[in-house]
């Protein structure tokens, strides 16, 4: 019996049960177009924090200031000052490798501008800020090395609280007082969308770092230095310098751990991306046990079939037909349904996809290994499930196959 009369064969023993045939597949079906949508979630997620880490800036390196220890307990990066100023100052000057540094300096307030207010952050930079973090000015200006060096009330907004702010109309050139200190505002920044965390990056306020300091947070340490590398290539030799300059400066004896953490851009990447690998490794793993239920489907409806089919199999013996014709027949049958169901399936799966990035408006990608992947475990479940049914009816007795009523 050649592979087309066999294939003619198998398709028509399917016909004959449609129903059962489909509910058979369906589980199939459900089974790859779950994987396929959820691989496709993942992906997605995986580039949406990708886009979310680039939108940080270019080769980025931060130095947060060490940890204080209080009866043996560390507190953890940031509860102690360890920066300074000429800190920041010393690594523009001495590390070849940075090419854009920014001082930092946070607080936070009500900010009042006429009738209206808003609780947001207000965040002290330099005037290479925006490079370090590619971020533009919609409209307006931004604050100059003057304006540092000389703590002026000037600041720029986030297009969050420019819109709470002043909803009908300019901010350029109005004032604002946060904690009752005035500021004129010079700028509006781009929209920047939210980050990795989830925060709006546009609800923010930016003043010359010095100001921050002097007239809002009233500390004499910066809260962490944000530094651009001359290159990605170079982000491990411009954090290099930095250590080696800090601990230098800090005078930290060789045996003495920093009282400082620098974290770059592409350790904050892995770490994303690998927490978004194991969210899609976990929702493909228990999509595909419905594939696993689908085979075990098969398996049944294909021992049923052999049941139902004994006698014909004791005919089909009886005028010379093979034990490896028998395996072929009902192993191609098995093959049918589950690659049948695995097209559909795929199908099913890439429009889900598409209604699920449409309707929670997240973004999806459908590559061609989920596809292929999908498929292949159609392929595989069809061999494995189909086989010890197959095996069964080849190995039959020809004459008692004829007396089965």
Not at 72 to 78: D, H, K, L, P, Y
Not at 188 to 205: E, S, T, Y
Not at 299 to 324: D, F, P
Request: hydrophobic share 45%; charged share 15%.
């Amino acid at each position: 019996m050649n592979i087309t009369n066999i294939l003619i064969s198998a398709f028509r023993a399917l016909q004959r049960n449609k129903m059962r045939s489909f509910l058979t597949m369906l589980g199939i079906i459900i089974g790859v177009g779950a994987v396929i949508a959820m691989l496709a979630i993942g992906q997605g997620a995986e580039y949406s924090v990708q886009q979310q880490i680039s939108s940080l800036g270019t080769n980025i390196l931060m130095v947060f200031p060490g940890s204080s220890q209080q009866g043996g307990i560390r507190m953890g990066a940031g509860t102690v000052t360890t920066l300074t100023e000429e800190d920041a100052n010393a690594i523009a000057r001495e590390c070849p490798a940075v090419a854009y540094i920014s001082p930092g300096a946070r607080s936070g307030g009500q900010v009042i501008a006429g009738n209206l207010n808003w609780a947001t952050s207000i965040e002290g930079t330099s005037a290479d800020y925006l490079e370090i973090r590619k971020w533009k000015v919609e409209y307006g200006d931004f604050y100059t090395d003057q304006d540092v060096k000389a703590a002026s009330k000037v600041c720029v907004l986030g297009r969050t609280v420019a819109d709470n702010l002043f909803p009908d109309s300019d901010p350029i050139d109005q004032n604002i007082r946060i904690r009752n200190v005035p500021f004129k505002v010079i700028g509006v920044l781009a929209r920047k969308g939210q980050n990795a965390m989830g925060q709006d990056q546009d609800d923010i306020i930016l003043a010359p770092y010095t100001t921050v300091l002097r007239r809002l947070s009233y500390s004499p340490n910066i809260r962490y230095v944000l530094v651009s590398a001359v290159s990605a290539a170079d982000i491990p030799v411009a954090q290099k310098q930095i250590e080696e300059l800090l601990r230098m400066r800090h005078k930290i004896n060789s045996y003495e751990s920093d009282d400082f953490t620098i974290r770059n851009q592409t350790d904050i990447a892995t770490m994303a991306t690998a927490t978004t690998q194991i969210m899609t490794i976990l929702l493909a793993s228990i999509a595909s046990v419905s594939l696993l239920v689908g085979g075990i489907g098969i398996m049944n409806i294909m021992l049923v079939s052999v049941t139902e089919r004994t006698r014909e199999i004791g005919i089909r013996m009886s005028v010379g037909a093979r034990e490896r014709d028998i395996l072929t027949q009902f192993l191609i049958e098995a093959l049918v349904l589950s690659l049948m169901g695995g097209i559909i399936g795929i199908i099913l799966g890439v429009s889900g996809s598409q209604v699920i990035s449409s309707l929670a408006h997240w973004p999806t990608f459908v590559t061609v290994f989920s596809i292929l992947l999908s498929f292949g475990f159609s392929f595989a479940i069809g061999i494995f499930f189909g086989f010890y049914p197959a095996r069964k009816a080849s190995r039959l007795n020809p004459i008692d196959a004829l007396r089965y009523e």
